[in-house]
């Protein structure tokens, strides 16, 4: 069964990069044809994707966010990271990972159970 | 940028009864929509794929139906344990993107 893990600081100070580990035991990151997402949600608030990577290294991301993320995998280490610069109090979110069901099924099927980030100082 | 409005924002229910949560879509999608499940304190549980593809382990009662603009999430026979906040979620491939409904809290009376 696959599960998905969430790591990371839960406070970042406003202007610094958050930074989130997802560490995915159960099968290997790099088998399939599946992305491996970042999924964000304010507190008492919605869903918004940040953006998605699959085996090969090709991503995509939220164009509201596309300037200040990153997604990168680790396939020696069996994980995958968010990197989100120059942030501000409204990035304070609970982060989840998530997996899509894979060869072209684009729902998530597997989620970590999530991190909360808070942006203060 | 495709956006998702859910009806309603919040519903109050009895058990048993019968939920029809709505889905709009700015532009047609297809049968690119998908239904999640949260409650409090958990991640999202995926209900259904696709507009009306059933997904292992997911109770019967949870249907969907709908394409192009608009869909619909039924939960037939209402349970205690349904009590919690319904997403929807469309995944378009050119481009790859993500977006979703703004939630439809469910109340169980």
């Known amino acids: 069964q696959l599960h998905l893990q969430e790591s990371g600081p839960g406070l970042v100070k406003p202007s610094e990069t958050l930074s989130l580990i997802c560490s995915v035991s159960g099968d290997s990151i790099n088998k399939g044809d599946y992305f491996w997402a970042w999924i964000r949600q304010p507190p008492e608030k919605g869903l918004e994707w940040i953006g998605s990577?699959?085996?090969?290294?090709?991503?995509y991301y939220n164009p509201s966010l596309k300037s200040r993320a990153t997604v990168s995998l680790d396939t020696s280490k069996n994980d995958f990271s968010l990197k989100l610069t120059s942030v501000v109090a409204a990035d304070t979110a609970i982060f989840y990972c998530a997996r899509d069901m894979g060869f072209g099924e684009l729902s998530f099927s597997f989620w970590g159970q999530g991190a909360l980030v808070t942006v203060s100082s | 940028e495709i956006v998702l409005t859910q009806s309603p924002d919040f519903q109050s229910v009895t058990p048993n009864e019968r939920v029809t949560i709505t889905c709009r879509a700015s532009?047609?999608?297809?049968?690119?929509l998908h239904w999640y499940q949260q409650k409090p304190g958990q991640s999202p549980k995926l209900l259904v794929k696709y507009a009306s593809q059933s997904v292992s382990g997911v109770p019967s009662r949870f249907s969907g139906s709908g394409s192009g603009t608009d869909f619909t999430l039924t939960i037939n026979g209402l349970e205690a344990e349904d009590a919690a906040t319904y997403y929807c979620?469309?995944?378009?491939?050119?481009?790859?993107?993500?977006?979703f409904g703004q939630g439809t809290k469910l109340e169980i009376k």
């Open positions: 532009q047609g999608i297809a049968i690119a």
């Open positions: 979620h469309q995944s378009s491939s050119f481009p790859r993107m993500h977006t």
């Open positions: 990577i699959n085996s090969d290294g090709t991503t």
